[in-house]
């Protein structure tokens, strides 16, 4: 991980050198942390934790790390546009493409991740730390809750139905043996 002190001093050092266009720098930035964002993603999908584990840590990622890549990069382009000014923007809506891109890939992330829970508190757990993803992400003009909020409604949906279903198999299986005792 690099802190912004670094990050201005390494792109002040590419500006002075003359040999890339603001562009190119802005490209090249957001390249690079998405390559570091995306390993870090990596290490934690091929680790051992439990997908109710992973899925809780890859949230976390994308809060503090895509708010401090948004951050470093509005700090470093002085560029404080937001996604709804996108074609204003003096980088034609980069950062706005990649965060937007990021964040597609989180909620596919989720929705391949969440079917594999089977209890209803992981669920509440993970939506818990989604919704304070999004809120917290929402100060950038990053704010993803209602992308996330189908997924969730069809895993807690599925849950419920075959807990009823359970439910209803256990009461008939009692009821015909009550039946029977009476004979």
């Excluded at 890549?69 to 980088?91: C, K, M, N």
């Excluded at 993970?126 to 003009?141: H, I, N, S």
């Excluded at 075959?162 to 009476?182: I, K, P, R």
């Amino acid at each position: 991980n690099i802190q912004l002190p670094v990050c201005l001093h390494v792109i002040g050092v590419l500006r002075r050198l003359g040999k890339h266009s603001d562009e190119q720098l802005r490209f090249m930035f957001l390249q690079c942390r998405d390559k570091w964002l995306q390993n870090a993603f990596d290490e934690v999908t091929n680790s051992s934790m439990s997908i109710y584990g992973q899925l809780c840590k890859i949230t976390d990622l994308v809060r503090m790390h895509m708010f401090e890549i948004v951050t470093q990069y509005r700090a470093i382009f002085l560029d404080f546009t937001s996604g709804q000014e996108e074609d204003v923007a003096s980088d034609g809506g980069l950062l706005f493409a990649w965060a937007n891109r990021r964040i597609c890939f989180f909620v596919s992330m989720l929705e391949r991740g969440l079917p594999k829970l089977k209890e209803g508190s992981q669920i509440a757990s993970v939506l818990e730390k989604v919704m304070y993803c999004g809120a917290y992400l929402g100060r950038e003009g990053l704010d993803f809750r209602g992308a996330v909020s189908t997924a969730f409604e069809t895993r807690v949906l599925i849950l419920v139905q075959h807990g009823l279903s359970v439910a209803q198999d256990t009461y008939d299986q009692m009821l015909m043996s009550f039946q029977g005792a009476q004979m």
